[in-house]
């Protein structure tokens, strides 16, 4: 619910807090004392956009913020919490800031928010029934929810929703397979052609590691072969090669060791040093011997490089990654070749689902078209109680054959109303007027109270307008009524109204030296009836009109 309203700096507003309480709330007051500014400071923190005049004369920013303490089955901190504006507190606190030209800024729980934000979060905290926006009654979408939770109808609709979750998702993989080219045949033929490319090339990724080195060895058989032949010469063959002066190196030693054993180290690592030389000599002349220079192998492996290279440089890849290509083209063509099967699998499903579809969409509709006529009946009977008995609602529920299927159904819903007798019906957005369309929905509300309601705050603003006596205490009755399930505020001008409240404020307008400031002032009981009796009376309260102030307080059940 709506806890406190904070405003300062706006039109005749110095500095202003509201608290509000449960059940229903009333503002009076004067005709120009500022009753409207407030709704019109709310609507600010709900996205409406700020006129010209909405700041303080003299002032640089008005500023209003809200306070909401919404119950935890509204689904508001869901809401929150997924746009990440949810700080783990129970309260909501809404905020706009107007600047000078025009500039506003909003917040929702300290974040900085878009308007459009404000607004989606604002239609789910409060429902505004008069000549101001918030008038969610006129929105389709809210006709039909309205509809729908009137019918009672979650269970009808979580089956067209998980009909039309089913039919979507075969849906999608249809256009996903589909799309798959308005060339399938081109491409089905490109991928045969290239797997068949590749599996000619057979060749694995260590294959191909070992081709590189054998081509390697055998493009340089002959210069290794030479060095090895030069090495071995040098190290081992020649007059003068490294062996021979090793081996006249530890003779020598030998011959002189006694004369002094350290030369023994010496001596004993030149050993090993011709050991090592004797064993690395003979493996470099296996390995010459090895080496053969066969131009025709060495041709033939240039041959298959070159052929892999140009496949790699076909698939823009490297020759390494070849084999890994292979098997992501082979499963490509394994599922092209059996999407025919697959097509025709997945549009059987599609119309299997389809015809579920419109099954459940059916009972859906005519769940909808009887709860749409007895709800016309339940709100006829209480227009007549509202001074508009010759008004009818005429709800409109039309099932929709051609419409592509959608998570609420196929219904095409509308409100329609006629208003007098001999008149067209047409739609409540154009038919009804303002005060009008402010009992409709005070009706429409009362009719749907235990089975609708998810909007915690319900503001009526004049929903009296244009009507006085017996009915204005119906009203009253009826807003006192909603109160026991939401919150309400009322802006009223009938004492039979004001007297049903729990909460009683009084606006008033007052000078202080050249300014005119607007001032709100909770009532208690003497002063609510010292109210009472002015709106039933003139400028001089008697105490006749007091003592029907008290009459009237106790029997709306406030005294």
């Known amino acids: 619910m709506l806890k406190e309203i904070h405003i300062r700096d706006f039109a005749i507003v110095h500095h202003l807090n509201l608290e509000l309480g449960e059940g229903m709330n009333v503002l009076t007051g004067e005709t120009g004392a500022g009753k409207s500014i407030l709704l019109g400071a709310l609507g600010l923190c709900l996205g409406d956009r700020a006129a010209a005049d909405s700041i303080r004369s003299g002032a640089d920013r008005a500023e209003v913020s809200a306070v909401f303490e919404p119950s935890g089955d509204t689904g508001i901190h869901d809401w929150l919490a997924e746009h990440e504006l949810d700080d783990g507190g129970d309260a909501v606190i809404v905020r706009r800031v107007i600047q000078d030209g025009g500039r506003s800024r ?13 607004r989606k979060l604002g239609e789910q905290l409060v429902d505004i029934h008069g000549q101001h926006a918030h008038q969610s009654l006129l929105r389709t979408a809210m006709q039909r929810q ?6 009672r109808a979650d269970e009808p609709l979580a089956a067209v929703r998980a009909a039309h979750a089913r039919w979507r998702e075969i849906e999608e993989a249809l256009e996903r397979l589909e799309g798959t080219g308005a060339n399938y045949e081109e491409r ?65 030693l030998e011959e002189r060791r006694g004369f002094d054993p350290a030369l023994a180290e010496a001596d004993d690592l030149f050993q090993s040093a011709l050991t090592h030389l004797n064993e690395g000599c003979d493996a470099l002349r296996r390995f010459a011997d090895s080496l053969d220079a066969d131009p ?10 070159a052929t892999l290279k140009d496949l790699a440089r076909k698939h823009r890849v490297g020759m390494e990654e070849l084999p890994e290509t292979l098997e992501r083209l082979r499963a490509e ?6 999407a025919e099967h697959r097509l025709q699998e997945l549009r059987e499903a599609r119309q299997e689902a389809a015809d579920d579809y419109r099954r459940t969409a059916e009972t859906l509709s005519e769940i909808r078209r009887d709860a749409a006529g007895r709800l016309a ?42 208003t007098n007798p001999g008149q067209p019906p047409g739609p409540l957005s154009k038919i009804a007027s303002g005060g009008e369309l402010s009992r409709l929905g005070l009706a429409v509300q009362v009719a749907t109270i235990s089975r609708a309601g998810a909007i915690p705050t319900l503001i009526f603003d004049e929903a009296d307008a244009g009507i006085g006596g017996a009915v204005a205490e119906v009203v009253g009755r009826m807003l006192s009524t909603l109160g026991g399930r939401h919150q309400v505020l009322c802006v009223t001008h009938l004492p039979q109204v004001a007297a049903q409240a729990e909460h009683h404020f009084h606006v008033a307008k007052a000078s202080e ?3 005119t400031r607007t001032t709100v002032i909770p009532l208690a009981q003497e002063e609510r009836v010292e109210e009472v009796a002015r709106m039933l009376g003139g400028v001089e309260i008697t105490d006749h009109e007091r003592a029907a102030a008290r009459e009237m307080l106790t029997r709306g059940g406030k005294a």
């Open 146 to 151: 309205l509809i729908d939770a009137y019918a």
């Open 106 to 118: 909003g917040f929702i729980n300290g974040t900085p928010v878009s308007l459009q934000l404000l």
């Open 513 to 515: 030296g050249e300014e």
């Open 333 to 338: 063509l394994e599922d092209l070749e059996g």
């Open 296 to 305: 025709e192998r060495l041709a033939e492996l240039e041959r298959r490089i």
């Open 188 to 252: 089905l033929d490109l991928l045969r052609y290239q797997v068949g490319e590749l599996e000619g090339a057979s060749l694995s990724a260590e294959e191909i590691a070992n081709l590189e080195a054998e081509h390697r060895r055998l493009a340089h058989a002959g210069d290794l072969i030479a060095t090895a032949h030069s090495l071995l010469a040098a190290l081992y063959d020649d007059d003068q090669s490294a062996q021979t002066t090793l081996g006249r190196a530890i003779r020598e």
């Open 377 to 418: 009946d339940e709100v006829a009977a209480l227009l007549a109680d509202l001074g508009m008995a010759k008004a009818e609602l005429l709800p409109r529920v039309e099932f929709d054959t051609d419409a592509r299927p959608t998570a609420h159904g196929s219904d095409r819903i509308e409100l329609h109303v006629r």
